[in-house]
């Protein structure tokens, strides 16, 4: 017979079958892209499915991201409204002799068994035969993108997860818990006699009843009725025998399924329902733990929650929203490279955020925009795009890539992009004033040049919530809208500034780009400078006095040496002053811990990190988390769910266990691994951790533990790379490829190994 291949692409999602038989294990194909410019192709081997003769060639085609729902307001997306497939047969034959056949007049289309499809509201299937006769299809002049191969592994069916317990509700349903929060689907091998309805929704929570509540996931505007969260699949029987119903066109975030049928049994059902986990097929790359169960916990509940958000774009939550949102993938990226191999999953979203790029170079607040604000001017959206510590994602991210993977690809493909949005910056930065600065002074003061302060910020988004004096919490937006939104930001703005152009100036180095590397490596001396006139004072003091801003920093290094640890003292002091909690929001909590541990105070770090009243990690999993909150108070006292239970931004804080508690870091300068420092920082009682990094060199591995006063170390250094271990004790070892052990007296209390202490021991 020979051997054949299938290529095909979709404005939709679709599935493919050969002679009744699926091809493939791609979930959700083509993906999720910014359509107006790219579409992903993709190609499978169809040698299996083919049968001498007549062959039966199916496309089941749906929604998918490109007509369906998209956001918290559940508009349809904007991309068009007419779904499509192409495919093209590519067949060898025995005599080594081609043929090619696909889609085109001779087919014909037929209703299928899925009635209606959403990837976010959900599927009807209905599996009784239709008497609707095939029609022909629809010849139109689709204006398809521009084609290409997705550099992602692809979405897949990655494991299966049986039922924890099953729950009785008072209206004769059951409420199925999988015990753990992700994205997928259920299957259910039992679908009752011919006719039979069966109804199923999906949720991140129980209330104390033992029901499925979805209510914290309802979104609301001022003066608009509130949307309704609904992510609900139906299924009608047709009682053939071995029936299955796993809707394959939509895919949910949930932990529990409620499931409605009439004389529904609840045992019966335990053994016929199963959750699927569907999201990008990512190969892991790093694992922890320790010997405290709740880091480790905390290191699995982030692990799932980045998991449930790369559906193929890394979005903000796989319910409400599933938004490839800027800023969250550009705090969460460097603790993602340290879980998954993330490189081609981040350059095919990076090819959206280029492909959504406005005009004046900014960026827009997520990608692929399901506002199409390029060919959809909205004013309301326009005013809010272009964000620092958004935007910045379009050169953080890539340079991150680079760091991990030795990648120069990535650099040089949004060389353009990241050059156009700092050039953007740079000049809103010039240009605009917020209207305090005008209030100081008409005329600018000369630093005033390089502030970022005239146009809209998010800034330190998600501060924790303070409480009124009966205990409710206070939102600083919903409470008073103007006031958060005219408040100036422009500390956020400049120091984003600083560090986006900074690191344009080092990538222009790597690309070999000379005149741009000196023209910006001044323009961020500038910019820095302007930031220490505008908000540091002589005495190391940030002008905003917040744990946010001496995290920012310290963190990208604003403040000058000689102010370091005035600074860092002033961040400890504010973390004693709120009963060592920390009060930081979206940007710059992911660097909390390590901007401590790096300046002396990994004991203070590690109080943060091991608190459990709110708000803290550990409080999360003390009432039931197994994802990372949106909320600090995500699940109150009384058992009450607001907003997301599964954003996975917060969880970069398990970046600390990976590169201070177990230790292994890349050394400064080092790209691709291949060169690192194992400086492990003991704290918070622990007497063990161990783990591993499967990075560009090879495995790494580190465990370390503490008895008897004696600290222990081993690391195994791949082919490739060479190590420097940074002892407890001040000594340091340099180590080629090939297993080393050592050990020293532990001192206590352990002093603290800053990241000037490692870099000149390496050297």
């Not at 404005?11 to 038989?21: K, S």
């Not at 880091?295 to 929650?305: E, G």
């Not at 931004?649 to 398990?654: L, T």
């Amino acid at each position: 017979m020979g051997q054949g291949a299938a290529v095909r692409d979709a404005l939709g999602v679709y599935e493919v079958f050969l002679n009744g038989r699926r091809v493939g294990d791609t979930e959700l194909a083509p993906g999720s892209t910014s359509y107006a410019e790219t579409l992903h192709a993709q190609a499978e081997d169809i040698s299996a499915c083919l049968r001498p003769g007549r062959n039966s060639l199916e496309i089941v085609l749906s929604d998918g991201w490109y007509r369906g729902k998209t956001g918290a307001w559940r508009r349809p997306a904007r991309w068009g409204t007419q779904t499509a497939a192409r495919l093209e047969v590519h067949i060898e034959y025995d005599d080594g002799t081609w043929s090619t056949s696909g889609t085109g007049p001779a087919w014909v289309s037929r209703p299928s068994a899925i009635v209606r499809a959403d990837l976010m509201d959900g599927q009807i299937t209905d599996f009784r035969p239709s008497a609707d006769p095939p029609i022909s299809v629809h010849l139109l002049p689709v204006e398809a993108p521009h084609v290409d191969w997705s550099p992602a592994p692809p979405v897949r069916r990655i494991e299966s997860i049986a039922p924890v317990g099953v729950t009785r509700t008072p209206d004769g349903a059951c409420v199925v818990d999988f015990g753990q929060n992700t994205s997928g689907r259920i299957r259910l091998t039992d679908l009752g006699p011919a006719g039979t309805r069966t109804v199923i929704e999906h949720g991140e929570h129980m209330d104390a009843e033992g029901d499925l509540t979805t209510g914290h996931l309802d979104s609301s505007r001022p003066g608009e009725p509130p949307v309704p969260f609904v992510q609900r699949d139906e299924v009608v029987s047709d009682g053939s025998t071995g029936a299955a119903f796993e809707p394959r066109h939509t895919v949910h975030g949930f932990r529990y399924a409620k499931v409605r049928r009439d004389g529904l049994d609840a045992a019966t059902l335990a053994q016929a329902i199963s959750m699927q986990v569907v999201h990008t097929d990512l190969r892991p790359t790093g694992a922890f733990a320790c010997s405290d169960p709740d880091l480790t916990h905390l290191h699995d509940a982030a692990r799932w929650s980045f998991r449930s958000n790369a559906v193929d774009v890394p979005t903000d939550c796989p319910t409400r929203e599933r938004l490839g949102w800027t800023g969250d993938y550009q705090v969460f990226v460097s603790t993602a490279v340290r879980l998954f191999d993330v490189d081609g999953f981040s350059r095919k979203w990076l090819r959206s955020v280029r492909d959504d790029q406005l005009p004046d170079g900014r960026i827009v607040n997520s990608s692929p925009d399901p506002n199409h604000l390029k060919m959809h001017p909205d004013p309301m959206v326009d005013h809010i795009t272009g964000s620092a510590g958004w935007g910045d994602a379009i050169v953080h991210v890539p340079w991150v890539l680079h760091e991990t993977y030795g990648d120069d690809v990535v650099l040089a493909e949004n060389w353009d992009a990241m050059v156009r949005w700092v050039e953007f910056a740079l000049d809103a930065a010039r240009t605009k004033r917020h209207p305090s600065r005008v209030e100081r002074s008409l005329v600018p003061l000369p630093h005033e040049e390089f502030v970022w302060d005239g146009t809209f910020h998010w800034g330190e988004w998600c501060e924790p919530k303070r409480r009124a004096a009966d205990g409710s919490l206070i939102d600083p937006v919903g409470s008073d809208p103007m006031g958060w939104f005219m408040a100036d930001k422009s500390e956020v703005g400049t120091a984003y500034l600083y560090r986006s152009v900074r690191m344009v100036a080092s990538i222009a180095t790597v690309l070999g780009k000379d005149e741009a590397a000196r023209e910006y490596g001044e323009l961020a001396r500038r910019v820095r400078e302007a930031w220490r006139t505008e908000f540091l004072d002589a005495e190391g003091r940030t002008a905003a006095g917040t744990q946010a801003s001496y995290v920012r920093a310290l963190a990208f290094r604003l403040v000058p040496e000689h102010l370091r640890d005035t600074a860092a003292a002033n961040l400890v002091d504010l973390v004693h002053a709120a009963d060592d909690h920390l009060t930081t929001g979206f940007l710059s909590t992911a660097d909390l811990l390590p901007a401590l541990a790096d300046s002396g105070h990994a004991d203070v770090a590690y109080t943060v990190l091991t608190q459990r009243t709110s708000p803290s990690w550990l409080g999360m999993l003390d009432r039931g988390a197994t994802t990372i909150w949106e909320d600090w108070d995500g699940v109150d006292a009384d058992g009450r769910a607001t907003a997301s239970l599964n954003h996975y931004s917060k969880g970069a804080v398990v970046r600390f266990l990976h590169a201070h508690t177990l230790g292994p870091r890349q050394a400064p300068g080092s790209v691709a691994w291949e060169t690192f420092v194992v400086a492990s920082v003991p704290g918070g009682g622990l007497t063990w951790a161990s783990g591993s990094f499967d990075g560009p060199q090879g495995l790494i591995t580190v465990k370390w533990s503490i008895s008897a006063g004696i600290f222990r170390l081993d690391v195994d250094v791949p082919a490739g790379s060479t190590a420097t271990l940074a002892l407890p004790d001040g000594t340091h070892i340099t180590a080629g490829p090939g297993s080393v052990h050592a050990e020293c007296a532990h001192p206590s209390p352990h002093p603290n190994l800053d990241s000037k202490d490692v870099s000149h021991a390496h050297a």
